[in-house]
Structure formats: structure tokens, C-alpha cells
């Protein structure tokens, strides 16, 4: 039985009809868990599907740790100060706080699930430290 906005409180299946797409600066999402969707306290989950020449420039979440995990095409993944290329089945686990940043310099689209706990952290979501040192220069230098 497929759960109804009125009874949400018992969804917990969701089906593509169910998920909420958002197009932002960074990619087109399909967002599959967060508390409008199903009730949940401590998982966040989103496909994010990136254009080729796409980025999600150097940011942090101060308050949440996320996975990456690439579904399609390759991602230029940084973690802190290191970087790798990463392909479909291969993920990077980014502690709370840690500056990231997802690139897709490839001439592909880049497909991949991005996995946040907590879902009710206090505090801003999301800092964007891109015009900041050191990140405004490290892919230059790398």
C-alpha cells in the first residue's frame, strides 16, 4: 500500500512518482529521503545528476558527515586537500566539517547518490568556502 501525504508518518517505500526533484546551481536532484518524503530522523538521500563541465565547488557541512557514491560517469572528488577520480562504484566518506568538492570536468554526465546523516542537524546546511584560500587555487595546483 503506497503511503499518502495525510498518512506520511507510514511511508516507507517511495516510488519515482514519490520523489522530489529540485533543479539547483550545482545539478538536477532527485531527492529520496528527507522528513517531507518519508519520516525520518537521521538519513538524507539525493541523486544528483551533474551536466558534463559541471561542479558542487569547495563547500562544507558543518554539522553532517556524507557519502559519495558514483552511480555513472566519473567524478573529480576532493576531500580535504586530496583528490581522486572517482567511477561508478566507488565512493568517499567526507567527515563532518571537511571541505569537499564534486567536479565533473569529464565530457560525460556524472550520476551519483549523496548520503547525509545527520537529517535534523541544527545549524546551516551548507558553507560554501569556494572564494576562499587555499580553495580558490588547489585545482591550479593539483
Not at 562544507?60 to 567511477?87: D, F, S
Not at 566518506?93 to 570536468?105: A, C, F, Q, R, S
Request: hydrophobic share 40%; aromatic share 8%; charged share 20%.
Amino acid at each position: 500500500m503506497n503511503a499518502t501525504p495525510a498518512d506520511l508518518s507510514l511511508r516507507r517505500f517511495v516510488t519515482a512518482a514519490e520523489k522530489i526533484d529540485f533543479t539547483s546551481q550545482w545539478a538536477y536532484e532527485e531527492w529520496l529521503c528527507r522528513a517531507d518524503i518519508v519520516p525520518n530522523q537521521e538519513l538524507l538521500l539525493v541523486r544528483a545528476n551533474m551536466p558534463a563541465g559541471g561542479s558542487h565547488p569547495f563547500h562544507t557541512h558543518p554539522t553532517r558527515e556524507e557519502i559519495i557514491y558514483i552511480l555513472a560517469g566519473r567524478a573529480e572528488q576532493w576531500c580535504g586537500q586530496n583528490h581522486r577520480v572517482l567511477g561508478p562504484g566507488e565512493m568517499v566518506l567526507i567527515p563532518k566539517g571537511e571541505v569537499h568538492g564534486t567536479y565533473n570536468p569529464h565530457p560525460e554526465p556524472l550520476v551519483f547518490l549523496a548520503i547525509l546523516s545527520p537529517a535534523n542537524a541544527s545549524g546551516p546546511a551548507i558553507v560554501d568556502v569556494s572564494t576562499e584560500a587555499p580553495w580558490t587555487t588547489l585545482r591550479k595546483r593539483s
